[in-house]
């Protein structure tokens, strides 16, 4: 492994600044250490979620009943647009590689950072430019965006809200993401530790690896997308809208050649937490490793063949249309083999249900309903019928907020002790997992039924005959309101006042359980040799005289 070199010039890069003070807001806000630019995007991330959770629950208010309620309808179609934007381009796409992937992925290889520690700090000052350029849209003359977070053609080119800026914005966070996919595949191809040979390395270092790729090979295609639709408002060049002869299909192919692997990039990490969480609590050796391992990289590749199925109503051929629906089907596969190994190896663990677990329990169930019915979407005759309706609406939610979302607190909830040295009030964090599922479930599973009857996606106003189904959805709302408040509520709270606790509550393997809470800088007393297959939990009696 071809650690020797970088790791040496690291260790003289921080040896030079461990002469400066690690106190006060300069040496956050300027630390190259991965794990303080992970807790930066974590302050941050937490903040842009809290916004647009209560977007959220401002838009089921009004559709609480028919009619105007608290809001006029352009307002509706900003806010939705606006939540839209924050949920999808400064939360979930880059939540879990940039909060966790920074943390935990040079610990999990053995590793004193990642291999550019600069550029690190770089990604997350443009992260933060993006976000601010998405603010300022907001206020300058022409209004806040209203064409919701897909920027369709005509209607993108029309509008007179400020369109470009916003799309500027997420250009910006563009470079971001690819920015930490290079930092994190040089990192994994150059800074395992030794011994840590590519069938060593713990599952979430193999998501990342497959999530890196995605990030640096799609972007540029949204990047681009972008800016041909900011030259086509500036100066009218006609590519996309038709009274200039350009073509709106055309939009639709670029932005889903991109967007849809991006649903994997969401996806890919939070399959690699859940395959850490579930051996540790199961205690047992996680089943098919490599199928687990590889399923993340044939997931990666055939993501990119499917992206047309979002347009299966937008007047594509009928062979194109089978072809792409069949493709979409077999993305199924590779993630059934995770689902059927992740059962495999709880089948006879002796199973602890601590709140990480449980949380992967609630990801496990939610994660199901949105790829089931997803299935639902990717299959032509039912597609029809189900386009642009809310059952898309709680397809996604399901998907990215139970997925995704789920995972996001589940990897919270497991790696806290060690990010922070101290221990979560359990009780709470019990009642916190329960209380969203319930929510979660009165808030979107009545948007499945809704959207069957037809209730299209995007509607500031509905037919009484949707009332009942939207009463349910709002008092969910305010459960999930209730629920994020005791999720979060709790970390907030135990980051200052928790229990401080031992360095591996619980008896974890993997190399981050193999250093203190928190983890000094570089990470480890010394580079860690390994010598164990991976998920082996025969050497936690080793561990105990570690430390
Ligand atoms: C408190 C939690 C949340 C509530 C109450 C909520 C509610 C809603 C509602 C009412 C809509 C508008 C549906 C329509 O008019 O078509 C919507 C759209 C959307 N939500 Fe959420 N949501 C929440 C959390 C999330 C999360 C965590 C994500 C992503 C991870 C997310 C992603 C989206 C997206 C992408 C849209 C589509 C916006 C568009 O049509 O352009 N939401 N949400
Ligand atoms: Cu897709």
């Known amino acids: 492994m ?43 991330i937490a903040i842009f979620f809290s916004v647009a959770a209560i977007l959220g629950v401002l838009m089921r208010l009004e559709l609480i009943a028919p009619g105007e309620t608290i809001m006029e309808a352009q307002t509706y179609n900003s806010i939705f647009t606006l939540h839209g934007v924050i949920m999808i381009f400064l939360f979930i796409i880059p939540g879990l590689p940039a909060v ?24 997350f000052w443009i992260y933060i430019v993006g976000a601010i350029l998405v603010l300022v849209s907001l206020i300058l003359p022409g209004g806040p965006i209203d064409t919701g977070w897909t920027f369709y053609i005509p209607y993108s080119v029309r509008s007179g809200t400020n369109i470009s800026l916003a799309i500027f914005a997420a250009f910006v966070l563009g470079f971001s993401s690819i920015l930490t996919g290079l930092n994190f595949v040089t990192t994994i191809h150059r800074m395992r530790a030794p011994g840590m040979g590519w069938f060593k390395m713990p599952l979430f270092v193999w998501a990342t690896y497959a999530t890196a790729w995605i990030q640096i090979i799609a972007t540029p295609v949204i990047g681009i997308t972008i800016l041909l639709v900011i030259l086509e408002r500036m100066f009218g060049v006609g590519i996309f809208d038709p009274a200039l002869g350009g073509d709106p299909i055309l939009f639709q192919h670029l932005f889903w050649i991109y967007s849809h692997p991006a649903v994997y990039i969401m996806i890919l990490p939070a399959m690699g937490v859940v395959s850490e969480i579930i051996p540790t609590f199961a205690r047992r050796t996680i089943f098919g490793y490599r199928a687990i391992a590889m399923s993340s990289l044939a997931i990666a590749f055939v993501g990119y063949l499917v992206w047309a199925h979002h347009m299966f109503t937008s007047g594509m051929s009928d062979t194109a249309r089978i072809i792409f629906s069949l493709l979409t089907f077999i993305v199924a596969l590779p993630s059934g083999v995770k689902v059927f190994n992740w059962v495999a190896t709880m ?8 709140p990480p677990f449980l949380w992967v329990m609630s990801f496990i169930v939610l994660f199901s309903i949105g790829g089931l019915t997803g299935l639902v979407l990717g299959a032509l005759a039912t597609d029809i019928h189900l386009h642009d309706t809310y059952f898309v609406v709680a397809h996604f939610h399901y998907v990215m907020f139970g997925g995704t979302g789920t995972i996001f607190f589940a990897a919270l909830y497991y790696w806290f002790p060690k990010m922070f040295g101290r221990m ?124």
Not at 6 to 17: P, Q, V
Request: charged letters at 15%; a neutral charge.
């Open 424 to 547: 979560y009030n359990i009780k709470v964090a019990n009642w916190g997992v329960g209380l969203f599922f319930v929510a979660f479930n009165l808030l979107y599973f009545p948007k499945f039924i809704m959207g069957y009857l037809g209730m299209p996606r995007r509607y500031y106003d509905y037919l009484q005959e949707f009332s009942s189904w939207h009463l349910i959805s709002t008092v969910g709302s305010w459960v999930m309101l209730i629920a994020l408040i005791l999720v979060i509520g709790n970390i907030v709270y135990s980051i200052f006042k928790g229990e401080k606790c031992s360095s591996n509550p619980w008896g974890g393997v993997t190399l981050e359980w193999h250093t203190q809470s928190p983890p000094p800088l570089l990470n480890f007393q010394e580079i860690p040799t390994v010598k164990h297959e991976p998920y082996d939990f025969s050497q936690l009696e080793e561990m105990k005289n570690e430390s």
């Open 347 to 354: 089948y006879k663990g002796s199973i602890d249900p601590k």
């Open 100 to 123: 966790f992937g920074n943390f935990f992925l040079p610990l999990q290889i053995g590793a004193m950072d990642v291999a550019f520690p600069r550029l690190n700090l770089l990604s």
């Open 2 to 44: 071809a650690n020797g070199t970088i790791a040496a010039n690291l260790k003289t890069f921080y040896e030079e600044g461990t002469t400066k003070s690690n106190k006060g807001i300069w040496s956050w806000l300027l630390s190259t250490d991965h794990k303080r630019i992970g807790l930066m995007y974590l302050g941050a």
